[in-house]
């Protein structure tokens, strides 16, 4: 073991305490929203918890699995990650792949139009007018192909492809017979299985979280998603379908309504905290590879 300078243990400590005061600061609030969910909601506008439940209550879960609102809109947005996340992988892959291949005449001036578009777009009313008049408006699709793909990943994916996947390979299946397609499907894919990863786990988030669009684009609230009943809750508090505030008083119904909000926040999130950790090596990995531009 090296010997470490009395310079180093000091820079080690208070790396430490940064990070440690970065880890509070980021998990405090998950874990109050977490006990809230589960607390007296008089005890929580009282200001009464902080880490610990007082007096455990599932009133805020029950209401919230018993309005059929909010189950529709978690179905929907289950629906629009998967498919859209689907579209995304495709799309990337035909993008990047392509842009990774040395051969390809012209790719730096395609991968130069594709980043323009990072800094300038057409805007919101453009591109309204055109899914407007593709028929996608109060569609899924609105949700999906306009997003379909985004060029930072795409950066990323090609970065991997020309990294991490030697020319020589593919070069040899082309010798023993194999087109691009079949270069692609049977050598450059399986050997791209962490960036894979790390797109599926970009997409997915991106469509779990999305609420923007579907508020421009949607009209009808059977396909509204998760988030946008979420926003009405949090923002708008638009209750009235799961408080009956004609037998409650007002203050019991605000109680109600603090519950609600935090178990919904609890329930949208979950799935996504249960990805992290399975794949937080290929998240830290694919950050990495994007950091690699040439």
């Not at 991997?160 to 020319?167: H, N």
């Not at 203050?251 to 399975?278: C, D, G, Q, R, T």
Request: net charge positive; with cysteine; proline share 4%.
């Amino acid at each position: 073991m090296v010997k470490q300078s009395r310079g180093d243990r000091i820079f080690d400590i208070i790396n430490l305490l940064l990070l440690g005061s970065v880890l509070i600061i980021v998990l405090y609030p998950l874990v109050f929203v977490a006990v809230a969910s589960i607390s007296d909601p008089a005890a929580v506008v009282n200001g009464e918890v902080w880490l610990i439940p007082k007096d455990i209550t599932f009133a805020g879960y029950e209401k919230v699995f018993s309005n059929k609102e909010i189950l529709r809109g978690y179905m929907n947005t289950i629906i629009y990650t998967v498919v859209g996340t689907i579209v995304n992988i495709i799309m990337t892959i035909l993008a990047a792949y392509p842009l990774s291949r040395k051969d390809l005449r012209g790719r730096n001036l395609i991968t130069a139009m594709f980043v323009f578009t990072m800094f300038f777009s057409g805007g919101l009313i453009p591109t309204y007018l055109i899914v407007k008049q593709l028929g996608m408006v109060n569609t899924m699709w609105a949700l999906i192909i306009p997003n379909a793909v985004a060029i930072w990943n795409i950066i990323i994916m090609r970065t991997f492809f020309q990294q991490s996947i030697p020319i020589e390979v593919q070069e040899s299946a082309q010798i023993d017979g194999c087109n691009n397609i079949k270069i692609l499907l049977k050598i450059v894919l399986p050997l791209s299985l962490p960036v894979l990863a790390v797109m599926t786990l970009f997409y997915s988030v991106t469509h779990w979280n999305s609420f923007f669009n579907a508020l421009i684009y949607l009209t009808e609230r059977e396909k509204y998603p998760l988030q946008l009943i979420l926003r009405e809750i949090l923002i708008q508090s638009n209750m009235q379908d799961m408080i009956q505030t004609s037998e409650e008083s007002l203050a019991k119904s605000v109680m109600e309504a603090e519950s609600i909000k935090y178990a919904v926040v609890i329930i949208a999130n979950l799935p996504v905290l249960m990805l992290y950790p399975f794949l937080q090596r290929y998240f830290v990995k694919g950050m990495v590879i994007g950091a690699i531009k040439g």
